[in-house]
């Protein structure tokens, strides 16, 4: 008799992410997309991870201060996650991931750490070393911000996400206080290894990494 085969996992267990490239989007058409997504999880659907590229805007969360808005260069909205002040915009991959944390153990501290190694192995790929700072949630080079990360969590599942910074943006960042830290700077992937990587090949690598990290059985493609 042979050696045991192993049976694949039934397919009620098995765990798809559906990754969503969205191209360039106003910051709400994208949000509306992320509540779709969500009520779809809600129904018992699988996890998507959208990227995106917004149009300039400054986002405040839930507690974030205005008076980090040092200059209004962009629209202003207020956005059910946690952190203070970011900007989105062109050259900043967005990633937003839809994720029913119930089926990953329910673990909110998890789920930042996991989002902070994601974007620590794609910066590696392209030549940075990145990593985590003690006490504060997001992915450093040195004392600079290389990605902020803010979610929002509801029955379970998240929304929003984290903000890689793939071009130079610090003439954009300088219309805020990051995050609401006055004594930090922000960095990107052109300006830590020499040279701006294209978004799309930045985005497929985001995809592939995301989903070994997180462990899923399946990836769905789909563009904009």
Request: hydrophobic residues 45%; contains cysteine; proline residues 5%.
């Amino acid at each position: 008799m042979g050696p045991a085969v192993p049976m694949p996992a039934p397919a009620a267990s098995r765990r798809t992410l559906h990754v969503e490239h969205l191209g360039r989007r106003a910051y709400l058409e994208a949000l509306a997309v992320q509540t779709a997504r969500r009520d779809g999880v809600f129904a018992g659907g699988d996890d998507h991870l959208l990227l995106v590229e917004h149009w300039p805007i400054i986002t405040l969360g839930r507690g974030g201060d205005e008076r980090h808005v040092l200059r209004r260069s962009a629209p202003v909205v207020r956005v059910n996650r946690g952190g203070d002040v970011t900007y989105h915009g062109p050259g900043q991959l967005v990633g937003y991931p839809i994720v029913d944390l119930a089926r990953r153990g329910s673990d909110v501290h998890r789920y930042l750490r996991d989002l902070e190694a994601v974007v620590i192995e794609v910066a590696a790929r392209f030549g940075v070393v990145a990593e985590r700072r003690p006490g504060f949630t997001g992915v450093w080079v040195g004392h600079d911000k290389l990605a902020a990360i803010g979610v929002g969590i509801r029955r379970w599942v998240t929304m929003h996400g984290f903000a890689l910074n793939v071009a130079d943006l610090r003439g954009a960042f300088a219309a805020i206080v990051p995050c609401g830290l006055a004594a930090t700077g922000v960095t990107s992937l052109a300006e830590a290894s020499g040279r701006c990587p294209d978004l799309d090949t930045v985005a497929a690598v985001v995809g592939a990494v995301f989903a070994a990290r997180f462990a899923y059985d399946a990836v769905v493609e789909c563009g904009s």
